[in-house]
């Protein structure tokens, strides 16, 4: 006699939703939070914040993170970097170093300036993908660097160690 806990119409036994959610939010999370997961948690999160797609930060963190076994939550707290009252400014800051690297010379910020760039916005989209790239990047690199640092000291302070000093 085949036991009626979890098994219907021949499906083969499932573990109860508690243990599915606690396996789902592991996988999420990735394992322990050595330094360098933490360092490349923050950096991916930062740099896709960075990225003029709002809408798209959580898939492309989750695309990145889970095959990378990276901390998913923490780089999605990372992209937070681009919310609203930020994200026309890092944009801003983005168009103004694509601009520059483009053409040696910061965009106009007159307001004739502006309209130029708003009736032909083909630069202005290149300098905003480059200025993106090439801030998210820099942003990514700092910011994963002070996670490395913290995750660092959090890990020197183990309670076992805590313990043998007292």
Request: aromatic share 6%; glycine share 10%; hydrophobic share 45%.
């Amino acid at each position: 006699m085949k036991s009626a806990s979890h098994e219907v119409a021949g499906l083969p036994n499932r573990a109860p939703l508690r243990v599915r959610l606690r396996r789902g939010w592991e996988r999420l999370r990735g394992g322990e939070l050595t330094p360098a997961r933490a360092f490349w948690s923050v950096a991916v999160g930062l740099f896709v914040g960075v990225q003029p797609t709002p809408g798209l930060h959580l898939p492309v963190v989750l695309a990145v993170c889970v095959p990378l076994r990276l901390d998913v939550v923490l780089s999605y707290m990372a992209t937070n970097v681009s919310i609203p009252p930020v994200a026309p400014f890092l944009w801003l800051a983005a168009i103004q170093i694509g601009e520059r690297i483009l053409t040696g010379r910061f965009a106009p910020l007159t307001l004739e300036g502006m309209r130029s760039l708003v009736r032909a916005p083909g630069p202005l989209l290149g300098a905003l993908v480059l200025g993106s790239i090439v801030l998210g990047t820099s942003l990514a690199a700092v910011g994963g660097s002070v996670a490395y640092v913290i995750a660092r000291r959090g890990s020197s302070d183990k309670p076992e160690e805590s313990r043998r000093r007292r």
